[in-house]
């Protein structure tokens, strides 16, 4: 069955001290891995799209990784604005029409 | 361009009571999907809308249901409320081409609508 896992589930930063996000994924056959930000309250705010293993993209602070089985979020020198959750979804070759997303990892950037 | 926008925002529903929930998608977007989400359970998908047909359906039960319009328009139903369909809302829109790569794939949610079941 395909899946999403993120982790960690939650990660307390202090402003400026880097790290990574995590979403490993089982499916058959990769179409696209999505990055999505979303604040409390609100819908999922699109980020990045990935296509194929060794593809990166960047946004500010934020950059993403993929390979053949998992998604790197790096947060470098993130500021308190940066504290959402945020969510990995997938969409396999043979039912493109459908996404899976992961549970999210809840961010919280301390000033 | 007009982003997805759903109405609406929040409501209020007692049990055995039925709600419909409208979407209307980003212009030139013929694919809407619809997700569920709670504190406990992520983001669950429901249901997928291309030009009028629901090309894929999640595991909810009957009493979820949708459709769409001609003009890309959605809207989902829930008949027979639940406490347990207390929930965000979301609905998204893509292309929904299966061209590979390009933008074609991206999903753009709108701002979701809480239901809260009493």
């Known amino acids: 069955e395909d899946q999403v896992t993120q982790s960690p589930e939650a990660l307390r930063l202090q402003e400026g001290e880097s790290s990574s996000l995590n979403c490993s994924y089982t499916?058959?056959?990769?179409?696209?891995l999505f990055w999505y930000r979303q604040d409390p309250g609100k819908g999922p705010e699109f980020l990045f799209t990935?296509?194929?293993a060794g593809e990166e993209k960047e946004k500010e602070r934020l950059k993403a990784t993929l390979t053949k089985k998992e998604s790197f979020l790096h947060i470098t020198a993130p500021k308190p604005e940066d504290s959402a959750t945020y969510l990995c979804?997938?969409?396999?070759?043979?039912?493109?029409?459908?996404?899976?997303f992961g549970s999210g990892t809840k961010l919280n950037v301390k000033p | 361009k007009a982003g997805v926008t759903q109405t609406p925002r929040y409501l209020i529903k007692t049990r055995g009571q039925q709600v419909t929930l409208s979407c209307s998608p980003i212009s030139g977007h013929r694919s809407v999907s619809w997700y569920q989400q709670t504190p406990g359970q992520g983001l669950q998908f429901l249901f997928e809308?291309?030009?009028?047909?629901?090309?894929n359906k999640g595991n909810f039960p009957g009493r979820f249901s949708g459709r769409q319009f001609s003009n890309s328009r959605s809207e989902m139903n829930v008949s027979t409320l639940e406490l347990g369909d207390s929930a965000l809302y979301l609905c998204?829109?893509?292309?929904?081409?299966?061209?590979?790569?390009?933008?074609?794939?991206?999903?753009?949610f709108g701002p979701g609508t809480r239901l809260t079941v009493l």
């Open positions: 998204a829109s893509s292309l929904g081409a299966r061209g590979r790569g390009g933008a074609h794939n991206e999903q753009f």
């Open positions: 499916v058959s056959g990769l179409r696209g």
């Open positions: 809308y291309f030009s009028e047909t629901q090309r």
């Open positions: 979804a997938v969409q396999a070759e043979y039912n493109f029409n459908k996404f899976y």
């Open positions: 990935l296509y194929s």
